[in-house]
Each structure stands twice: as C-alpha cells, then as structure tokens.
C-alpha cells in the first residue's frame, strides 16, 4: 500500500522531520530503529489516526475550558441597520454590557423620555452600560418615515448620542428577531412606544418597564444599579 492513499493530504504538505527510522513499510509498517537491534512494528495508519482523535479532543476541550464571559448571548446574536447610516451592526457588540432596550417614536407624548434616556445613558456608561433605541411606527403610526428623518429629530432635539438601530417593527409576528425574544423571554412584548427591557451582562432580560415609568425613576435606576453591581467590570 502507498503511503499517499493512508493520509488525506499530499506529502509535500508535510513538515520535514529528522528521520528516526528506517526501511519503513506502510501497510503493518517494519521498521528497524538506528540505536536498536531488534525491529520495532507500527502501524502508521493506526499512529495517523490517533493524532486526529488527540487533536479533536484537545479543541473540544479547549471550547468548553472557554469562558462564557467571552461568547456572544443568544439575545445579542442578531444584526442590525444602524439608524445614522444603515450600516449593519451586530449586537454582539454590546456582549458583557448592561443594556436598556427601548422602542422610539417622534411624535409620542413619551418622546421627552429621550432626555432622561440620554441622561441615564451618560450616567452609567462608564461602568459598561448602554442605552439602546429601536425607532417604530407600530403605535399610532408617531414615527418619520426615513431613518434619515428619525436621526436627524434626535440629535438636533434631543442630542441623542445612544446607540439608535434603523426604524423596524417591535410586536406581533412581524417583530424583528430581537423583540420576539424579548417578548419570549419576559412574557411580555410591547403595548406602546418607550417600552424598556432591562438586559444584563449575561444577555438575560432582568426587567421591563411600562412606557410610562420614566427612565430616569429609581424604579428603573436601582434595577440599573443591581445589574451593574451584579457583574461589575473588572478593571486590568
């Protein structure tokens, strides 16, 4: 048998090693070591094959040895377009942060609440917490129809410099994917703009908060507070 048809990749590829043995066979290889008399029989198929199964266990050790600190939540594992230019983000990005997750509109006697979201925002970033705003017209119909529109109502009125996703839908079947689990995580989806789910560092849904419980309530900072001390940052 050819050595070539025991091993799935050419010869050539092979890194070169300084040679132990001699007179080698493959097939019930027969080899005879320089510094021994007697001869030493191997199968190289049998060798080949035990360096696979050593290298798949030591990956998949590896990846449960990996910290969980350092994977993407199943909440989070989603894209989506940015409001400001509709360049796609994914959600991993926020991993490992304490998220507010609120559904905007323009034209909603909630709309103040950017202010206080703002504010809560800027209070708490510095600790890995982020405000996150996803603009929709489910309510009332109290939304721009561009994104172009929406971005520019926030920050010429309210400066809003939380992160702001594209305008999309919130409830019912039509829900983007992130507010279907939101919805399935807490039991409760949305029932107008400015509704908040509370998310904590490891991607789970810790609170939701009617549209009117303002952002800036100790309701909703105290519940902000226990995430952040729950799982505060490490500093190096």
């Known amino acids: 048998m050819e050595l070539k048809a025991l091993l799935p990749i050419k010869l050539a590829h092979w890194p070169k090693f300084n040679h132990t043995y001699r007179d080698i066979q493959v097939d019930d290889v027969h080899c005879k070591d320089k ?10 198929g049998q060798r080949v094959m035990a360096g696979m199964i050593a290298v798949f266990g030591l990956l998949l050790w590896n990846s449960a040895q990996a910290k969980p600190g350092l994977q993407c939540p199943a909440l989070l594992n989603h894209e989506f377009p940015r ?6 983000i994914s959600l991993c990005n926020f991993k490992g942060q304490v998220l507010l997750v609120v559904n905007t509109a323009s034209f909603c006697g909630f709309t103040s609440q950017y202010e206080e979201l703002e504010k809560v925002h800027s209070q708490y970033k510095s600790e890995g917490f982020s405000v996150v705003g996803f603009p929709s017209s489910d309510f009332g119909n109290q939304e721009y129809k561009s994104n172009k529109e929406i971005a520019a109502f926030c920050n010429n009125t309210f400066g809003v410099k939380f ?9 019912g079947d039509e829900a983007n994917p992130l507010y279907k689990q939101l919805a399935n995580a807490s039991g409760e989806q949305p029932g107008w703009n400015f ?6 560092r490891r991607g789970e849904v810790v609170g939701t908060f009617k549209s009117g419980v303002s952002p800036t309530s100790p309701q909703i900072t105290q519940a902000i507070r226990r995430a952040l001390d729950a799982h505060p940052i490490t500093k190096q």
């Open 163 to 171: 992160p702001m996703f594209a305008k999309t839908v919130v409830k």
């Open 35 to 44: 510094h021994l008399s007697s001869p030493v029989r191997v199968n190289l």
């Open 195 to 200: 509704h908040k789910y509370l998310i904590n």
């Open 83 to 88: 409001l400001q230019d509709e360049k796609s």
